[in-house]
């Protein structure tokens, strides 16, 4: 009887336990020459998810939609605990809604970058993610920028190669790479899933002057 109430609770145990929704990539849309704004929403500050226990919540500062265009990874740009968060949409106008739903960590790995940035988010065909860090410029030696795929829970699986000539020198005055806080600040996947874009804010150190409101850049 022991044996029969303790396998009970082992599968009330298992059956509790919240299996997270698969991460699937929305399709493209077929005509991209239109966009339509659906509603927006705004985060209030200095709130935390989940609440009281959870991180700082904010700093979402790249999207990546979902299967069916209601949910959306969004990655936090905080260098304290790198993640991502899911969330729900819902409604138009002034009925639009987004409830965050998930705060999922990125693991470190110590063939992974030694510290984050992280600006941009895109998901690949397999569901795993991609992430786009601009490295951090401030630090000695400097963290170059990096793109990094995650599993869908957040654990790390490898970090892409990326051309030396986007990589600053660790140390002394900038001479090559990209400039402190100016590194990789967006990301994409082609249709297809074959091809992957990414953009730094400004000209390498090598390339020129940066980018102002009078001048392009390189």
Not at 9 to 18: E, H, R
Not at 56 to 65: D, E, H, K, N, W
Not at 98 to 111: E, N
Not at 165 to 188: D, H, K
């Amino acid at each position: 009887m022991r044996r029969l109430a303790g396998a009970l609770l082992l599968f009330l145990l298992v059956s509790c336990v919240k299996t997270p929704p698969a991460v699937v990539r929305a399709p493209v849309p077929d005509d991209l020459s239109v966009l339509r704004l659906a509603g927006e929403w705004s985060i209030p500050p200095l709130g935390r998810f989940p609440p009281v226990i959870g991180l700082r919540f904010g700093g979402i500062s790249g999207l990546a939609a979902l299967e069916g265009g209601t949910e959306l990874l969004g990655i936090s740009d905080d260098r304290d605990g790198s993640r991502m968060y899911r969330f729900g949409v819902s409604g138009e106008g002034a009925s639009f809604r987004v409830v965050p739903t998930d705060s999922i960590p990125l693991q470190w790995a110590p063939s992974g970058p030694p510290a984050a940035d992280s600006e941009a988010i895109a998901i690949l065909r397999s569901g795993n993610v991609l992430v786009a860090s601009e490295g951090i410029g401030s630090l000695e030696p400097r963290v170059p920028p990096a793109l990094i795929e995650y599993g869908q829970q957040g654990q790390f699986v490898r970090q892409l190669e990326v051309r030396d000539r986007f990589s600053p020198n660790p140390t002394g005055p900038p001479s090559r790479g990209v400039r402190a806080n100016m590194g990789f600040e967006s990301l994409t996947i082609a249709p297809g899933g074959r091809r992957l874009y990414t953009a730094t804010e400004t000209a390498l150190v090598q390339d020129g002057e940066p980018a102002s409101f009078d001048t392009g850049a390189q």
